[in-house]
C-alpha cells in the first residue's frame, strides 16, 4: 500500500499547466484523473475485505475495480479536502468515469467553484481514461458542451501514475477505513468509503451510480471529426483542450 499523506514527497505534475494550480484563479479548475487496482479477497466470515495492490483548486480522480461487479470512481478535492466516489453497478467504462466527473460537479464542484470556467483534468494513459479511447474523448466534449466549460487534459506518460497524489492523500485512507471488515454488498462498499475521515478534516461523500454502462461502445470516425479538440505544442497525443461547441441553430 502507498504511504499515506505526509509521508511521500510532493508529486510532480504533467505539465506546465498543473504546475501553474497553486496559484488561485477563480475562473479555472484542475482535475486529476488516476486508475487504481482494488483487489478483495474472502475472508472466513465469507466477507470481502480490500487490499490495494500494488490549485485554483487541485482535484484528483482515483478508480477502483471490485470482484464483484460494482468498479468506484472517484474524484478528490485538494483543496477542499474533500472527496466524491461513484459506485457503479455494471461495467467500468470511459463513459462512466466522464459521468462521475459531471456528478462531482453536479454535487460538489459547481456550487464549491461557481465562477469557473475552464477544467483541465490530469489522466493516466491507461484505464477508462487511457489516452487513445474514442469514447473517453466523446463523452468529455458532450460535458464540454453541457457545462459551457473548456476542458484541457493532460495524460501522464507511461508508468508515471504513481506521480498522482490521490493515492497518498485518499486513496490509503479509503482501503484503511474498511481494513478487517465484511464488504458483503454494494451498499456496504458505499457506506464504508462514505464514512472516511482523517485527522486532518478528510471528507469523502459516495453513491451508487444505477445506469448501465456498455462495453465496446464504437465511435465514429465522423463523430470523432466533430470534436472541437486540438492538440497542445507539446505532445498533442497526451495534452489536448477541448473546447464547448456552439449549439446549432
Keep these: 500500500?502507498?504511504?499515506?499523506?505526509g509521508s511521500c514527497p510532493r508529486s510532480r505534475a504533467p505539465s506546465r499547466a498543473a504546475d501553474r494550480a497553486s496559484d488561485a484563479i477563480i475562473g479555472s479548475a484542475i482535475l486529476e484523473v488516476a486508475d487504481q487496482l482494488l483487489l478483495l479477497r474472502v475472508d472466513r466470515d465469507d466477507g470481502l475485505a480490500g487490499g490495494l495492490?500494488?490549485?485554483d483548486f487541485r482535484v484528483d480522480v482515483f478508480e477502483l475495480r471490485v470482484a464483484f461487479g460494482m468498479p468506484p470512481y472517484g474524484v478528490y478535492d485538494v483543496a477542499a479536502n474533500e472527496g466524491w466516489v461513484s459506485v457503479g453497478v455494471t461495467a467500468n467504462t470511459a463513459e462512466f468515469a466522464v459521468q462521475s466527473i459531471r456528478t462531482w460537479r453536479e454535487r460538489m464542484?459547481?456550487?464549491?467553484?461557481p465562477s469557473a470556467h475552464e477544467l483541465t483534468i490530469t489522466a493516466d494513459c491507461g484505464g477508462s481514461n487511457r489516452v487513445r479511447v474514442r469514447l473517453w474523448k466523446r463523452d468529455l466534449q458532450t460535458l464540454a458542451d453541457e457545462s459551457g466549460l473548456t476542458l484541457r487534459v493532460h495524460h501522464y506518460p507511461p508508468g508515471t501514475s504513481k506521480w498522482n497524489r490521490i493515492e497518498h492523500q485518499l486513496f490509503c485512507h479509503v482501503t484503511q477505513n474498511w481494513r478487517g471488515r465484511p464488504l458483503i454488498d454494494r451498499l456496504a462498499v458505499v457506506e464504508l468509503i462514505g464514512a472516511?475521515?482523517?485527522?486532518?478534516?478528510l471528507k469523502v461523500e459516495c453513491a451508487l451510480d444505477t445506469r448501465t454502462y456498455e462495453k465496446g461502445v464504437k465511435v465514429s470516425d465522423a463523430e470523432m471529426a466533430?470534436?472541437?479538440?486540438?492538440?497542445?505544442?507539446f505532445h498533442p497525443e497526451w495534452n489536448y483542450t477541448i473546447k464547448p461547441r456552439r449549439p446549432k441553430a
Design 109 to 113: 464542484g459547481r456550487g464549491r467553484y
Design 1 to 5: 500500500m502507498p504511504p499515506c499523506q
Design 226 to 233: 466533430s470534436l472541437d479538440i486540438t492538440g497542445d505544442a
Design 196 to 201: 472516511t475521515t482523517t485527522k486532518t478534516g
Design 53 to 55: 495492490r500494488g490549485d
